[in-house]
């Protein structure tokens, strides 16, 4: 059962305090000691710590060991009774615990490459207890004293500066009050690169960077890059914000096997590791990592000195990350363009969140999220992409000097404290004169997004909003050739905007991609527009263009056929590999599979693939480019003669490396073609010997278009304690879209499956929605999905099953 509103209200109300120390065995291989010591007032003689899991426990209360510890715990809980409620109580709670293999609790990975075992506990949402006993909520921040003993030969990194070492015993320094879901701690044989540095007020800290040894070769090949990053993004926030950087160290971690794409743990930021790339990494990744880097580094100050209350602010702390991990890493280190990757790769996800039923308002009040379970549900595409761009919008309205002001008032107040959205709006209404409070309850309290249209009065553009939000943004109008003439600042509400002095001119409303709305144009603006959208000069234009053509598909506003109409006639040519990258991705994961019917998936696959094999060849100068049509082109060309060639060159053609994602995507691509057998799979596996290999290779061993083939891949998804790296690989080699007349009963055994699979935690339990078949379902299966529904299926499944729905039906 996980914590209820009510429960961490009634828990925050009498107990206070709360101090933690932390020691951390980790020499065993099969369960870890954990003994945490909490000390706290309370108001009331009981209450209760989390623990989840623990193989076995004790407890010592005032010094005083309780016998009936066990009977005290259920398995997620231990009560306490008995408490002083005039002094400080003391609970020493000694626990084994188990090690987990899905990320969540205290993770195990043993490379393939050198034998090496990493453990961490990376946390988050509900993690903490799998961990330690604890008051597992934001607002009961707690300084926390870490000591851990691990291998002498590992290395221990955690939240704090490390204190002493001595052999295999590492001590920490205490930390500021952090919510327990925010404890860090990675053991094991990093490779790193340090530094000191200097903060804003003169004072030394320490910098790092850190990586399994198996990776040291792609952390020295970036490490310039990634100090560099980090040292700019840190000047900037310096500048931009009042408040010193909160913590005592700045390590960031390349970890194994974590569930996000990174995470904000205070003075340690743990990153997949599939950020740090093998071979070479590609501009667009090279960008798409120093967001994620300025993203993380604004939750020290937003998110983890003022942290939500409770999770309806989700939004609050990942939109204002997401809109600082954009900004500050274009304006700070210097990443052009972000924004083109905002129109393409993010705004696509929000527009599709909140095209569906389980839509919420970007800020939801605390009741809509009852428990932590349906917390687990709001990290979508409302709280990231919507909610970011809602601050875009947010800081364009109101000015930036105004915005900034705002935030900063808020940060310096709730300093090691937590607050929520009402605190937030306070702070900003305080530095302007406009009506804050009006423009939040249009923008963030109601779910759903406006539509603004262009139609004609003779030849002028008249906008008009189908909606309710005040929108500003950009028009920018061009000629019959789609040669830029000019753009203009619009403030659009209900009442209709004519633009007299774009008579006769093509207009694109928010081009500078200012606020969240879909685009409808008039006929003869779209004609243009589609026969000449690569013509457009400006790369975020082309962006918006793409990303309204998306919605519009979804929407059924834009056929299929015409989408790929789109993609042939305009992408090849596109000089942008991140908006290449971008429209691939959504063709492939969205168009495809859910608006092509699977008779006809085959057909737009070689659709797809002619248009790369042009694009490859319109790349010859460009190699960003060539490396993202070379990617799609592996997978999803029938030309299984070519991809064998690329294997055995290791080069797609001239001046054009294989990179290795790439060749696993050729494998696969050979298998799902019925052209690679085993042998050849194990063989490229061998090859390769990493972690992705074993990977690629489950994956690619699952593509082979064969009844054998599929069964074995669906059992070994069911295998209990498969790790949720390995069970996505199986999915996502099991669900090729061309292979749908051989699937049918996996998406009978899935749907039948899933709910019970998705019982082991959270994050699995996302896995296994991912895990959602990606093909050309037929109306029986639809059916069959809504009869699932129907039945038991745990909250998280629930919500990721829902979504499926509405994209399919
Ligand atoms: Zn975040």
């Not at 109300?13 to 909490?38: E, I, K, Q, W």
């Not at 990174?262 to 990744?285: F, K």
């Not at 789609?482 to 006769?504: H, I, N, Q």
Request: charged share 25%; with cysteine.
């Amino acid at each position: 059962m996980s914590l209820t509103l009510d429960e961490a209200r009634a828990r925050a109300a009498v107990v206070s305090s709360v101090s933690y120390a932390l020691d951390l065995d980790l020499s065993g291989t099969t369960s870890f000691r954990s003994r945490a010591l909490v000390r706290f007032r309370s108001d009331e003689p009981e209450t209760f710590l989390e623990l989840r899991g623990a193989l076995s426990v004790s407890l010592v209360v005032g010094g005083e060991p309780i016998e009936a510890a066990e009977a005290a715990y259920d398995g997620e809980r231990l009560h306490l009774v008995g408490l002083s409620t005039e002094t400080v109580n003391e609970v020493e709670v000694t626990a084994t615990l188990p090690y987990t293999t899905d990320g969540d609790g205290m993770h195990t990975f043993t490379d393939p490459v050198d034998g090496s075992r990493y453990v961490g506990a990376y946390l988050g949402m509900d993690n903490a207890s799998k961990v330690f006993a604890c008051f597992d909520q934001n607002d009961l921040k707690a300084p926390f004293a870490v000591t851990v003993t691990a291998d002498p030969a590992d290395t221990v990194l955690a939240n704090g500066a490390v204190v002493s070492r001595e052999g295999g015993r590492w001590v920490f320094a205490t930390t500021p009050p952090i919510p327990p879901a925010l404890l860090v701690v990675a053991a094991g044989a990093w490779h790193s690169v340090r530094w000191s540095g200097v903060t804003a007020a003169g004072e030394g800290l320490e910098f790092g960077w850190h990586a399994r040894r198996s990776l040291a070769k792609e952390l020295d090949r970036d490490a310039a890059e990634l100090r560099r990053t980090t040292e700019a993004c840190f000047a900037h926030y310096a500048d931009l914000i009042d408040e010193p950087y909160p913590f005592d160290s700045y390590d960031q971690v390349f970890v194994p096997g974590l569930n996000w794409g990174a995470q904000e743990m205070p003075g340690c930021v743990t990153y997949r590791d599939e950020l740090l790339p093998r071979g070479a990494i590609t501009d667009t990744q090279r960008a798409v990592r120093a967001s994620i880097i300025a993203h993380e580094m604004s939750h020290m100050w937003f998110g983890d000195s003022m942290t939500m209350t409770w999770w309806e602010d989700t939004w609050l702390q990942e939109s204002f990350a997401d809109y600082m991990g954009y900004r500050v890493a274009e304006a700070g280190a210097g990443f052009s363009d972000l924004r083109v990757a905002v129109e393409i790769r993010s705004k696509p996800w929000g527009y599709r969140s909140d095209s569906r039923r389980s839509t919420h308002p970007v800020a939801p009040l605390a009741e809509d999220v009852p428990d932590v379970d349906t917390a687990a549900t709001i990290f979508d595409g409302i709280s990231y992409a919507k909610g970011g761009a809602c601050l875009v919008q947010l800081a364009f309205w109101l000015g930036d000097e105004e915005f900034m002001a705002g935030v900063n008032r808020h940060l310096t107040r709730f300093r090691f404290a937590n607050a929520t959205l009402a605190d937030f709006v306070e702070s900003l209404a305080e530095c302007s004169t406009k009506d804050v409070r009006g423009w939040v309850d249009a923008w963030l309290r109601r779910p759903g997004f406006d539509t603004i249209s262009v139609r004609r009065s003779e030849d002028v553009p008249v906008l008009e909003r189908e909606g309710s939000r005040p929108h500003a943004f950009t028009v920018a109008a061009y000629d019959s050739s789609l040669r830029f003439v000019t753009s203009t600042r619009v403030e659009l509400g209900a009442e209709p905007v004519a633009l007299p002095d774009l008579a006769g001119l093509v207009v694109v409303p928010n081009a500078g991609g200012e606020t969240f709305a879909a685009l409808r144009f008039d006929a003869e603006s779209w004609q243009a527009l589609a026969g000449g959208l690569s013509a457009v000069e400006d790369p975020l234009v082309r962006a918006v263009l793409w990303s309204s053509a998306a919605l519009r598909v979804r929407s059924r506003d834009l056929s299929a056929d015409d989408h790929l109409g789109l993609v042939e006639d305009h992408l090849p040519t596109e000089t942008r590999a991140e908006i290449i990258e971008g429209v691939v991705s959504e063709v492939r994961s969205e168009v495809i599979p859910r608006r092509v019917a699977a008779s006809r998936a085959a057909g737009a696959v070689a659709r797809v693939a002619s248009a790369a094999a042009a694009g490859l060849r319109a790349s010859a100068d460009d190699e960003q480019r060539a490396l993202a049509w070379a990617s799609t082109l592996a997978a999803t060309s029938a030309d299984a003669g070519m991809l064998r060639a690329w294997l055995d060159t290791g080069r797609v053609g001239p001046g054009v490396p294989l990179l290795p994602t790439t060749r696993w995507e050729a494998v696969v691509r050979l298998a799902s073609l019925g052209e690679a057998d085993a042998r050849f799979i194990a063989a490229e596996r061998d090859r390769d010997g990493t972690v992705e290999g074993e990977l690629g290779a489950l994956r690619a061993l699952a593509a082979r278009p064969s009844v054998a083939a599929k069964d074995a891949a669906w059992e070994a998804m069911l295998a209990s304690g498969v790790d949720n790296r390995r069970f996505g690989a199986l999915a996502a080699g099991l669900w090729i879209p061309e292979q749908a007349h051989l699937l049918r009963p996996y998406v009978d055994a899935y749907l039948a499956e899933a709910p019970r699979l998705a019982t082991r935690g959270q994050a699995f339990a996302l896995e296994v929605g991912r895990a959602f078949p990606a093909i050309a379902l037929d109306d029986g299966q639809i059916d069959a999905l809504r009869a699932a529904l129907a039945g038991d299926v745990p909250t998280v499944l629930r919500r990721s099953w829902e979504d499926h729905l509405d994209d399919c039906a």
